[in-house]
């Protein structure tokens, strides 16, 4: 015993479902992290023989998996959840989000609303979200303080805002934070024009320039709304899937929001260039845009992850409504039960997104030498039992209700639900302050 090798931590579990070697589901084993990084993965009984950890947590009625990775948001905006619902999407965003965020939205907003999705997306077994929103800086200190891992989005779009003048200065100012940030072992960052109905083809190829240079994603809304294609076909004379192509900007660094709707040329343009796609499935119900055709994409090889969208639109930034809704929408819409199972929903909701960010070597699996980015969940809870395969009660039957322990480079951000970085009754009375402030000048607008 003498021998064993020391170690942080040691975690044993019920289960432990790595996502790659796909479809493996581990019994009674542990996973050992030791200076952030997963040192090794083996049966518990083993693992007590090899090594000597500062820490042992048993888990015995639990689940591990990679942490979620939400592949689209705009956290913030969690300030402004339920704030003008059952509308379309552009009444919605011309009417009544874009004047708030004009009236509102600084850098003290941001932090704070982002620090309230932060909290819900770790209690709900995120360990890692792709942002787009004003002031990123404030988005960057909030995931910081958080714990969580964080790709921050650098926003472009051709109007001005309290944040920036013009294009070229939200250029300038997302690349200063970048360089300001880079080497946070939390953060990485995403060039994040709007969309193509926001962003003109000027700005677009100056972004294009510098996402070359810094091999940098570009994340962006696509093909979201009809009115989007109809607007792009009246300004341009062709869909927008077809102008990005034009610009040069459909690549494998390219995170293509929505795509819900695409003809069958479209869907072939996004495998041939090995486009990532942000499936949003919950934003696209609650705003009527439409379901996007993932199982076609997915049969063509395209990469799809998952995300939330913002509060305003979803309105939780919970990734197991998302993994069960992608689900069951594909099979409803292609009349078939064995369309998108379980296994590779959650490849999904983990792997896919890292990949789509350029971060797989790093985090999306439960694999040696990467990030201990983990997510663990109670299976003794009543609306999990019995379970015959824990990766369709993850996908069917699990909620984030059911999220127990969240850790991101091996720290500790959740302990039997209990947030461990953020003070939640401090995250209350900020809120509280932004929900009277945001009431009072919409009453007054209306």
Not at 124 to 150: L, Q, V, W
Not at 353 to 382: V, W, Y
Request: glycine share 6%; net charge negative.
């Amino acid at each position: 015993m003498s021998n064993r090798e020391e170690v942080d931590a040691l975690i044993e579990a019920k289960w432990i479902i790595p996502v790659e070697p796909a479809e493996i589901v581990l019994n009674q084993h542990a996973i050992a992290i030791d200076q952030g990084l997963i040192k090794d993965i083996l049966p518990i009984t083993e693992a007590s023989q090899r090594y000597k950890p500062q820490q042992t947590l048993t888990l015995s009625d639990h689940a591990l998996i990679p942490g979620l990775i939400n592949l689209h948001t705009h956290a913030a905006m969690t300030l402004m959840r339920g704030l003008a619902d059952d509308l379309p999407l552009m009444k919605w965003l011309n009417k009544h989000i874009w004047p708030t965020e004009n009236q509102h939205v600084n850098a003290q907003f941001v932090l704070d609303g982002t620090q309230l999705a932060c909290a819900e997306m770790i209690k709900g077994g995120i360990t890692c979200f792709n942002d787009m929103y004003f002031f990123p800086e404030s988005c960057a200190k909030a995931a910081i303080s958080s714990g969580i891992r964080a790709a921050i989005g650098m926003i472009v779009i051709d109007f001005p805002t309290p944040y920036a003048s013009d294009a070229d200065d939200y250029l300038a100012k997302g690349l200063e934070l970048r360089d300001k940030y880079q080497h946070n072992s939390l953060l990485s960052f995403c060039f994040a024009p709007h969309a193509p109905y926001t962003v003109s083809d000027k700005t677009f190829n100056s972004i294009l320039t510098y996402a070359e240079q810094l091999d940098a994603p570009v994340h962006t809304h696509l093909h979201e709304t009809r009115d989007e294609i109809r607007i792009n076909l009246e300004s341009s004379g062709v869909r927008p899937l077809e102008r990005m192509q034009q610009l040069g900007l459909l690549s494998p660094n390219l995170i293509a929001v929505h795509m819900v709707h695409l003809t069958d040329y479209e869907i072939k343009l996004a495998h041939q260039y090995n486009c990532s796609i942000a499936h949003c499935p919950s934003s696209n119900m609650k705003l009527a845009s439409g379901i996007a055709p993932i199982s076609s994409l997915i049969n063509q090889g395209v990469n799809v992850g998952l995300g939330t969208d913002g509060a305003a639109s979803n309105n939780r930034l919970d990734m197991f409504e998302e993994m069960r809704l992608a689900a069951l929408l594909a099979k409803v819409t292609n009349g078939r039960a064995d369309t998108l199972p379980a296994h590779q929903v959650l490849k999904m909701a983990t792997l896919n997104g890292a990949n789509a960010l350029g971060l797989g070597q790093l985090t999306g699996s439960l694999t040696i030498g990467k990030a201990a980015d983990i997510t663990a969940i109670n299976f003794s809870h009543l609306n999990l039992t019995p379970c015959y395969d824990p990766v369709s009660h993850l996908v069917y039957a699990a909620g984030r209700e059911n999220v127990s322990h969240v850790w991101v480079n091996g720290r500790m951000l959740l302990e039997d639900k209990q947030l461990t970085t953020l003070n939640q009754a401090e995250l209350q009375y900020r809120t509280t302050i932004w929900q009277e402030r945001i009431a009072a000048t919409s009453k007054q607008s209306n």
